[in-house]
């Protein structure tokens, strides 16, 4: 089955630690993209790619970084300067501008939730 | 950017039929309407796309005005497993020139279903 893949689903960090969460679809989508979530909150992108080796900031990028050398992979990265990274983070995954689609959407991983303590 | 409101919670009954509208005032010639569900801890799930008019589904049906300013979404009969947070989210899902990266989740409608 053809889906998008975050792991691990709970990951617990101690301050001054960089920690890495993992993203993986195998939906030959595009772009891909990088959410965080706090608790009764919508939903604020941090990084986003188009393609392979290029990436964008989103509105909340300071104290993440992010790669993408290939195209099933999208791997956050959440670094000691980040000030609050308690959240819920969701990875996302699009076709860009392909035509003859019926609907044009986001496909969401599970989420990892990282505690920092 | 195009900005939408939506209300902050509804509560139901099951087997009612819900609508919630979801306004967006400067939509984009371009920009396509879409809603999303989600459930705690879980990813948003997609549920139902439309550009114009009336599209219609397996899971709920979105009617679109002529001047497009706002949009509702229809479940028909929910039911308690209906309880979630729903996202309209209004943009150029296509993604031409990074499009996609302009669009905005809000807080959502966090619809309650009661027995």
């Known amino acids: 089955d053809g889906g998008i893949t975050q792991s691990p689903k709970y990951l617990f960090r101690k301050e001054g630690q960089n920690v890495t969460l993992s993203c993986e679809q195998n939906?030959?989508?595009?772009?891909m993209y990088w959410y965080r979530q706090d608790p009764g909150q919508g939903l604020r992108l941090i990084y986003y790619?188009?393609?392979?080796?290029?990436?964008q900031k989103g509105d909340i990028a300071e104290g993440y970084s992010v790669s993408r050398e290939k195209k099933e992979s999208f791997p956050l990265t959440v670094t000691s300067a980040q000030k609050n990274p308690t959240a819920f983070y969701l990875c996302?995954?699009?076709?860009?501008?392909?035509?003859?689609?019926?609907?044009?959407?986001?496909?969401f991983g599970s989420g990892t939730r990282l505690t920092v303590v | 950017l195009a900005k939408t409101t939506q209300p902050i919670s509804m509560d139901s009954y099951e087997g009612q039929e819900v609508n919630i509208t979801c306004s967006h005032n400067?939509?984009?010639?371009?920009?396509?309407i879409t809603w999303y569900q989600q459930f705690p801890s879980q990813g948003p799930r997609f549920i139902i796309q439309?550009?114009?008019t009336k599209v219609t589904n397996e899971v709920a049906s979105l009617f679109i005005p002529a001047d497009r300013k706002s949009s509702t979404l229809s479940l028909p009969r929910v039911s308690l497993s209906d309880t979630a947070v729903y996202y309209c989210?209004?943009?150029?899902?296509?993604?031409?020139?990074?499009?996609?990266?302009?669009?905005?989740f809000g807080k959502g409608t966090k619809l309650s279903v009661k027995p």
């Open positions: 996302a995954s699009s076709i860009v501008g392909v035509g003859g689609q019926e609907t044009y959407g986001y496909t």
């Open positions: 939906l030959n989508h595009d772009a």
């Open positions: 790619s188009q393609i392979v080796n290029d990436f």
């Open positions: 400067n939509i984009a010639t371009n920009d396509y």
């Open positions: 439309g550009y114009k």
């Open positions: 989210l209004v943009g150029d899902m296509r993604g031409y020139g990074g499009s996609q990266g302009n669009l905005i």
